[in-house]
């Protein structure tokens, strides 16, 4: 059965469509989510800020030359003609990610996404210079004055240094970092490395600091199609009603249910309270000074009171609403799974946190299967993670294989656009050709050319052996001739071979005589 809930967004005075946002003011948790999370963002922003700087065989670490059209990653240089090796590269991650949603929910989304990454540094900066969050909040709806204005100056003032060293060290990656910062000074940048800078940097400063949770709620893909890869086996953010439910406060001293003779209540019964909770009004009184973003209309204040329980028949969960202001997106994760949730684990904490004061066991918020949840046989390891990891071991294992057998020589021959053919006043047919050889190496190579068929009454004239140095690209001036009969098209083979052995390019061409 399906219900229709009317939504408002109309305003007062009725000329607006879209919903008023609230302003979400997470709180600072600590546990072992926590730590792991502010781990993951110093080593992913680590990795970010340090690799432009790094040197590898006299050259930056990591540098994408666009002009050059090369690609530096250590001790690999990719060219245009690798193209593959990229595009195996995007599919290789966008398998990862299919893998670990099936297997561990949106751990992606609350530890490697870029929007979390910087969000989460620039909240590190807003509580450095605006406090806690009573104080934030307590200053967004005071009066402007000195206080205020110093504080918001500074949170402002970081964001953008912190936002134009962002931008600064995008540019990096594609223009010499340090010729980049020594052309800073004296600011003799060009106009496109000025304006991706200033991009990158405002883009920064507006979704890590202005849309937040606003850019995972309304404009990621990812957050719409995740549902599809999940299923009821699948490890996520869950809160355990059958042990919480009822919810409400109580004196100290009351054992967990876990401990008294209640037990756990029925899933049917459970979820019916969380339904129960969740649409009462005083559940819009409770998100309100949460400061989370749910809202409701006007219709649920016909909703019937929610019963009294004695204090023995209360579930573990005291409705303290700490996981909804420790939630960076604003959500109440008792309601269930929503696609705001970015399963950062935040709420895990903050509930852990306050077991811990009342006396009651963890895993009340869990990082559990559904299944589980509901006390029904589990299996995370199930066929469609066998599947999706073999395909991404194979993918793995091709692209690493394919990356360590490329060829370093790359050969290329372009035909003159002039003329067909010339012919010489002793009646033999000439054709010119420009072969383009590429060392991708970065060591001096020497390579012999020759010419097949070599029967075929086609001779070779040039320089058939040339010296190529670290990552040259050497054109090769190359004459094709034949004696007078030879006439029409006829099919060749330029083969270009290394001194010594090893790499060997076979490139396909065409001979053109008179036509009888």
């Given amino acids: 059965m399906s219900k229709r809930i009317p939504l408002d967004v109309v305003d007062e005075q009725g000329n607006s469509f879209y919903v008023s946002e609230r302003k979400v003011y997470p709180r600072d948790v600590s546990g072992r989510f926590n730590r792991l999370r502010v781990a993951a963002v110093v080593w992913l922003l680590g990795m970010y800020y340090l690799f432009p700087w790094l040197s590898w065989d006299g050259r930056q670490a990591v540098l994408f030359d666009l002009p050059a059209r090369k690609f530096y990653i250590f001790g690999l240089v990719f060219w245009p003609q690798d193209f593959l090796f990229l595009a195996l590269l995007l599919i290789i991650a966008a398998m990862t990610l299919f893998f670990s949603t099936a297997l561990s929910g949106r751990l992606w989304c609350g530890y490697a996404c870029p929007q979390t990454v910087w969000t989460e540094t620039f909240l590190w900066m807003e509580r450095w210079t605006e406090g806690d969050r009573p104080r934030r909040m307590k200053l967004d709806a005071g009066p402007w004055n000195r206080e205020k204005v110093l504080r918001k100056g500074s949170k402002h003032l970081l ?54 949770e606003q850019v995972c709620k309304y404009m990621c893909p990812y957050a719409r199609f995740q549902s599809a890869m999940f299923d009821r086996n699948t490890l996520l953010i869950a809160y355990d009603p059958m042990r919480g439910e009822p919810r409400g406060p109580r004196k100290r ?111 009340l918020i869990r990082y559990s299967t559904q299944n589980a949840i509901d006390g029904k046989p589990t299996r995370v390891l199930r066929p469609r993670i066998f599947v999706y990891g073999l395909l991404l071991l194979g993918l793995c294992g091709a692209w690493v294989w394919g990356v360590g057998h490329r060829s370093e020589l790359i050969a290329e021959v372009l035909r003159d656009r002039n003329a067909l053919y010339r012919q010489s006043a002793d009646g033999s047919i000439a054709n010119d050709y420009t072969l383009k050889l590429i060392n991708k190496s970065q060591e001096t190579r020497r390579y012999r050319i020759t010419l097949e068929p070599a029967d075929a009454g086609l001779r070779l004239q040039g320089q058939t052996e040339v010296q190529a140095g670290p990552e040259q690209v050497l054109p090769v001036a190359l004459n094709v001739v034949a004696d007078g009969q030879v006439s029409g098209r006829r099919a060749l083979r330029f083969v270009v071979e290394r001194e010594g052995g090893g790499e060997k390019r076979v490139v396909e061409s065409s001979f053109f005589g008179p036509v009888q």
């Fill in 253 to 363: 001293g009351l054992t967990s249910v876990l401990e008294r003779a209640r037990g756990l209540l029925i899933p049917s019964v459970a979820y019916d309270y969380v339904f129960r909770a969740g649409r009462h009004p005083s559940a819009a009184t409770q998100a309100a000074h949460a400061k989370g973003t749910i809202t409701w209309d006007g219709e649920l204040a016909d909703v019937a009171p929610l019963p009294k329980f004695a204090p023995e028949e209360l579930g573990d969960c005291i409705d303290c609403t700490i996981c909804v202001q420790v939630c960076p997106t604003g959500i109440d994760i008792r309601n269930g799974l929503q696609y705001e949730c970015i399963a950062c684990g935040a709420c895990i904490d903050a509930c852990d946190e306050v077991m811990d004061k009342v006396g009651y066991p963890h895993g």
């Fill in 159 to 212: 964001w953008l240094l912190f936002a134009l060293w962002t931008g600064f060290t995008f540019v990096g990656f594609f223009t010499p970092i340090k010729d980049l910062g020594a052309r800073l000074l004296p600011f003799e940048w060009g106009g496109w490395e000025t304006f991706w800078v200033l991009f990158y940097a405002l883009a920064t400063w507006g979704n890590a600091g202005v849309l937040r």
